[in-house]
């Protein structure tokens, strides 16, 4: 591991300080993706801001939803009664990533700055990654893609976006509050990742000198009929091959509202408003959630290995589908 000094913040306007004295400093809170990054030499910060002291580890209601502060721990974030109780596509997506060990570390904040597990982002040994070196070329466009994304990628970077909580917020509408030199500005949740396209070295929205504060949830009274699916190779502590999550209003058998996205095939989190645009005012049914699924897959391109992705998540798509639909009929 490459030396580096390491500082303690104690409020989030010293953690800002330290990082304008510091451009490239890196934050640690749980420390669960950083520490293996550094170990792996993928990442080599000279000073290392650890800010687990800040008073940001709060869940509690906060206007019309909730507000969970970017340093809570993503167990106590899954096992909150009321987000289990009226999202519970969102305590699904969490506990179904990582570890209870690794969640009962994990921040909030921290997991939406995950990094891809593309192998060949996390092995120096190739030289050819743009997120790791910008401008050295893609070395998967000519590997093994069968984890790699269909949806969002470009010529400089297929890599897939890992998160499952970040899954479902895309699907609920939340916002992510960001605090920097400039003030607080909250950004959508869906504007918060940002598609490789030329820059793949740049995954989100935040500047220089910004923390996550918090994420805002907004409580989706439909939001109750939720479900979360993960489809991967192994029944825990394995990355999605396809996930989605989903949230219907239905009431008299046709669908009045939407919330759909996608994970394990998209290089940000994926959320499908075509589809959502198919289902709304549409009666509840087998043709209705295949005809949805065909509109959250459009565009998707494949290579050789990762093909199969898009049937799959065809498939698991029009299933959570017709599951939370016969949900949100049979409590209505």
């Not at 580096?4 to 304008?20: G, N, P, V």
Request: with cysteine; hydrophobic share 45%.
């Amino acid at each position: 591991m490459t030396p580096f000094s390491l500082h303690a913040a104690r409020t989030s306007d010293q953690a800002m300080a330290l990082l304008a004295e510091h451009p490239g400093a890196a934050l640690l809170a749980g420390g669960t993706t950083l520490l293996d990054l550094m170990k792996l030499d993928v990442l080599a910060p000279e000073v290392v801001i650890d800010i687990r002291r800040l008073d940001l580890a709060s869940i509690a209601r906060h206007g019309d939803g909730w507000r969970v502060g970017a340093l809570a721990r993503n167990s106590d974030f899954a096992h909150d009664p009321e987000i289990a109780a009226r999202c519970p596509v969102l305590s699904q997506a969490i506990l179904l990533g990582a570890s209870a060990q690794l969640r009962n570390m994990a921040t909030v904040g921290g997991n939406l700055l995950q990094r891809t597990r593309c192998p060949y982002f996390r092995d120096v040994r190739y030289e050819a990654c743009n997120k790791r070196r910008p401008g050295s070329g893609c070395a998967a466009l000519t590997g093994a893609t069968r984890m790699h994304a269909v949806l969002g990628t470009s010529s400089q970077c297929i890599a897939t976006h890992p998160g499952d909580m970040a899954v479902a917020l895309a699907a609920l509408d939340a916002a992510v509050l960001v605090r920097g030199p400039e003030g607080e500005r909250s950004v959508p949740f869906t504007e918060f990742n940002i598609a490789p396209g030329d820059t793949p070295e740049r995954e989100t929205v935040l500047g220089p000198g910004e923390l996550i504060v918090a994420l805002d949830i907004p409580d989706l009274p439909f939001a109750a009929y939720s479900k979360y699916r993960k489809v991967r190779d192994r029944a825990s502590y394995e990355f999605a091959l396809v996930s989605c999550a989903v949230a219907l209003d239905v009431q008299g058998g046709v669908v009045r509202q939407a919330r759909i996205a996608l994970g394990g095939v998209a290089t940000r989190p994926w959320r499908c408003r075509s589809a959502e645009a198919v289902l709304r005012r549409a009666e509840a049914g087998p043709d209705t959630f295949a005809a949805a699924a065909e509109a959250a897959l459009e565009g998707a391109v494949t290579r050789p290995d990762n093909a199969f992705k898009v049937p799959l998540a065809k498939r698991a798509l029009a299933r959570t589908l017709a599951e939370v639909a016969e949900m949100a009929e049979a409590q209505a």
